[in-house]
């Protein structure tokens, strides 16, 4: 398995109970299992995956369904622009505009292997892009809501990401 640092699962995060809803600003809500995910294209990306707290996981694999794909079955508004990522514990979460949101791969697999629990599993968010920031990888992702305005004072990810290191 690679050298990708586990954290510790918070007690919310149950993959029995597990399910990825799309919800917001779409045509179309979505509420898919694991074996929904499944049945979609997977793609692999193979990248270094590096953390502000200084180390890096050199050459992951991470293999999963294109968030351009789940977001064509629900189908945006066509005023939308933006996605908020939320994990399953309620708390953890993202902003992106919806174009690189688009370019993300929702990981199911880490290096030919069902993605671990402690690595984000059953479903984490992979930015692909350059500019990528390590808390932007959001493990459990349990929702991806369509917005047409910044979701601000949702986008908690960066600051407890930084307050983890500080701390």
């Known amino acids: ?8 699962v918070p007690d919310d995060v149950d993959p029995d109970r597990w399910t990825l809803r799309l919800t917001g600003a779409v045509d179309q809500s979505l509420r898919l299992t694991a074996e929904d995910l499944v049945a979609y294209p997977l793609e692999t990306a193979a990248d270094d995956f590096a953390c502000a707290e200084g180390w890096v996981a050199n050459g992951l694999s991470w293999r999963g369904v294109r968030v351009g794909r789940l977001l064509e079955d629900a189908e945006p508004t066509e005023a939308s622009e933006y996605g908020l990522v939320r994990a399953m514990d309620g708390e953890y979460a993202c902003s992106f505009p919806l174009d690189r949101l688009r370019e993300s791969i929702l990981a ?15 479903a984490r968010l992979v930015p692909l892009d350059t ?14 809501r369509i917005g047409e305005t910044p979701f601000v004072g949702d986008d908690t990810a960066k600051d407890l990401a930084l307050s983890r290191i500080e701390g």
């Open 131 to 144: 500019d990528r920031d390590c808390w932007e990888s959001i493990k459990w992702v349990s929702e991806i």
């Open 108 to 122: 199911l697999e880490l290096d030919g292997e069902s993605l671990p629990l402690e690595h984000g599993g059953p």
């Open 1 to 8: 398995m690679s050298d990708l640092k586990p954290h510790a």
